[in-house]
């Protein structure tokens, strides 16, 4: 992370509209299973930033664990002449959702398993947070019995292995030509390393890394 870019988290304000918070609509103990964080507003407006797009106009956008929407709504705000798509695994987020946003294309599904068929222009979201286990060691144990399937697609897992580099993985290989990436995650090597999701897919060069933002080219 750039020095200007650790200034402008550190200048930002923290206030935040309560109906957009995962952490005050569900119960704790759920949110926390399911490797859920909330999203400021400034910070999406940060990344939607980043993602540097030069006209937002007929885009595919696409936010992995949708949760509430806070990027598509955020993105709709100001630029509504798009497609919007959001996927969410959690059947009350999910209903949530849909009624807050009947103009987006909502599934229910599991992202890392989900079998879409479109490449999107631009990716963006807060993916889950947590290493699945069992519940006395590890937060996201309601995904335990997935780990298997989780593994057999991800050919970036390996060890003690943070759900969201699976995300990051799967954002990746559903990106269009030129299509961008932006996720808010925790800087680890094994998964931050653009190289190396790049090897482990065996992809083409041209993915590119900015300040929070990965880019196919």
């Not at 704790?28 to 909330?38: I, L, P, Q, T």
């Not at 990746?172 to 390393?193: E, N």
Request: aromatic share 12%.
């Amino acid at each position: 992370m750039s020095t200007n870019l650790r200034q402008t988290l550190r200048a930002e304000p923290t206030a935040e509209p309560m109906s957009a918070r995962l952490d005050v609509v569900l119960d704790k103990e759920v949110w926390k299973a399911f490797g859920a964080v909330s999203t400021p507003t400034w910070i999406v407006d940060l990344m939607i930033r980043l993602l540097d797009v030069d006209e937002w106009r007929n885009l595919k956008i696409l936010e992995p664990g949708s949760g509430l929407c806070n990027f598509l709504a955020r993105i709709y705000e100001q630029y509504p002449a798009n497609a919007f798509t959001g996927v969410e695994i959690n059947p009350e987020v999910y209903a949530m959702a849909r009624s807050l946003y009947p103009q987006f294309t909502l599934y229910l599904a599991d992202f890392i398993l989900w079998d879409a068929a479109e490449e999107y222009d631009v990716v963006i979201g807060n993916p889950p947070y947590g290493i699945i286990g069992d519940k006395s060691h590890y937060p996201l144990h309601v995904l335990r019995e997935k780990k298997a399937a989780y593994k057999r697609v991800c050919t970036t897992w390996f060890g003690k292995y943070n759900l969201y580099g699976a995300f990051i993985e799967k954002g990746l290989k559903m990106l269009g030509r030129r299509g961008k990436l932006a996720f808010i995650v925790h800087r680890a090597r094994h998964v931050h390393d653009p190289r190396r999701v790049q090897a482990a897919q065996k992809a083409p060069r041209g993915f590119g890394e900015g300040e929070g933002l990965l880019s196919r080219q």
